[in-house]
């Protein structure tokens, strides 16, 4: 395991500040006495959570509303917080969007909503603020993946690419900041009830609730989840029934897993 030698102490970003497992994840680093900058889109709601945990845990918390799906967004959000002299010491990529149902019936936007933010937003901020880590020689990087990395999911088939792209992205990374006293961790969460997941059932995603049939709650999720990014792990699957799940995509055949998952999806839609 890659140990940095120096713990980071100072601001966490979160983007996805006020979502269930985004606002999960800003109330355990904020129990741990650590200051926030807060990402969403919602202004207001963004404020209202912010004046919340700053009563609740006694830290420091900055709000940046920004939609991520723009071009640009996280430049934007790296000039912002230079300009207020907020550095940032560990980085949570949580902000994740998903739309479900056939490829070949959903619109095109969709498919581009889902990949400006899981994809091409995460790995802006990633460059952005990775490099300033490395200067430091310390820093902290949580990506927020998902169970659905290590297998095919049919019907959410874009959000489920977007999520294995960035389960690859974070363990190269991880290999390559080996020493720089950095870490990237890949949190893997399977189903948690979240705003996100409301409409599973009776959908044609109701298959997943037969592979992954716990629904973990948002709390137990960040716990874990800040516990793996200190100790600089880099895959963190949280869950007995999740696991099983990454050990069955990361060693069954790929053509097995993908006809099992298949099978399950047409059978129950
Ligand atoms: N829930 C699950 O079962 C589950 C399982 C595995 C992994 N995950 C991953 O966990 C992460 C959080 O999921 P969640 O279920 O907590 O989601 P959620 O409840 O839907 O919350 C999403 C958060 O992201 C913000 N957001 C959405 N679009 C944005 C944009 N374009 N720009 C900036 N912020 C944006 C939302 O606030 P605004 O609307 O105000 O922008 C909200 O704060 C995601 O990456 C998801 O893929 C979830």
Known sequence: ???????????????????????????????????????ARDAERLEAFSK???QEYGIKAATIPLDLMQAGAAR????????????????VNNAGVTHQGRFDEMAPHQHQQ????????????????????????HGRVLNVVGAAA??????????????????????SLAEELVGSGVTVCALCPGLTATPMTENIEGSNLSYVKLISPTVSDPAEVADAAYDACMRGQ????????????????????????RRLVGFLARMTT
């Open 76 to 91: 934007e959000l790296a000039a912002k917080l230079a300009q207020r002299r907020i550095a940032i010491d560990i980085l």
């Open 150 to 171: 290590f297998i095919p999911v049919p019907f959410m088939a874009t959000y489920g690419a977007s999520k294995a792209y960035l389960l690859s992205l974070t363990e």
């Open 52 to 54: 919340e945990i700053v």
């Open 1 to 39: 395991m890659n140990k940095p030698e120096k713990l980071p102490s100072g601001r966490v970003l979160v983007t996805g500040a006020t979502g269930g497992i985004g606002s999960a994840l800003v109330r355990r680093f904020a129990s741990a006495g650590l200051d926030l900058v807060l990402v």
């Open 114 to 137: 889902i990949i400006g933010v899981n994809v091409v937003a995460t790995t802006d901020l990633l460059a952005e603020f990775i490099p300033p880590m490395v200067e430091r020689g």
């Open 234 to 257: 880099v895959i963190h699957v949280p869950g007995g029934v999740n696991q099983l799940i990454a050990l069955a995509g990361n060693t069954m055949p790929r053509w097995t897993a």
